[in-house]
């Protein structure tokens, strides 16, 4: 029982034992996750274009749904998709490598467009009714992409500050939700292409756009960057208690799967 906030290590040591993890579709990029994407937790991935963050989290709509390690029974996804690159029929062609039904697969997963900010912090409300209405059911919420729309409504100058201040909120919000329906929730970023980075040798130029607020927020960060033909690397980001090792997979018809060599 909660008071005011308030539970025991005992209850809260309950609770984090309800902790599970849904797998990448890549054994290899479970391995560096430690298992895969934690619930009660942010996992973020960020990289530049075409490095596979919208495919992986096409992957991850139809890997929660299966049953997984430690008794995870398996649940549905909300995508929230800023960028207009959300594909059902990418998702039928993964649901194939694990012999689900193309319609009752689709049906587990509820989707939504946002087109500003604003609408997504709206999103974020409806998600969470709906995760207290049916308790238990849903196990991944996926925005994809996290800063985009973002970058378009602060574009000005002057507008940095309010910027990060909306996006803390928002990054307030699904902590709150992965913690309180205990679920996994799935972010994507960009990269800042900084134009002084190679002139000041710096050794890592490239880096997750968004700043503190998403630094603080995600549990787990991801980097991921290209490799030969399909293959992709990932790579721990900033971690505290991971070791910076790195993972490579690969992006197939079915999905993200282990690279074969
Ligand atoms: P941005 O959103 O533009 O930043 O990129 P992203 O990181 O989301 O990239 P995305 O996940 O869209 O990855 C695109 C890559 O996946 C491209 O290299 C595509 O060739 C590859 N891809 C997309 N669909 C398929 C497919 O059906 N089969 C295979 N093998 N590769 C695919
Ligand atoms: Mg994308």
Redesign the pocket.
Known sequence: MTTNGFQTALEYSDKRKQVFRISSGSEELDKLLGGGMESMAITEVF??????????SHTLCVTTQLPGKNGYSGGKVVFIDT?N?FRPD?LK?IADRFNLDHGAMLDNVLYARAYTSEHQMELLDCVAAKFHEEPGVFKLLIVD?IMALFRVDFSGRGELADRQQKLAQMLSRLQKISEEYNVAVFI?N?MTADPGATMSFQADPKKPIGGNIIAHASTTRIS?RKGRG?MRIAKIYDSPDMPESEATFS???GGIADAKE
Do not use: P
């Open positions: 990289g530049e274009f075409r490095t596979g963050k919208t495919q992986l960028e690159t990418r062609e992409s994507t960009q991921l399909e992006i197939t018809g």
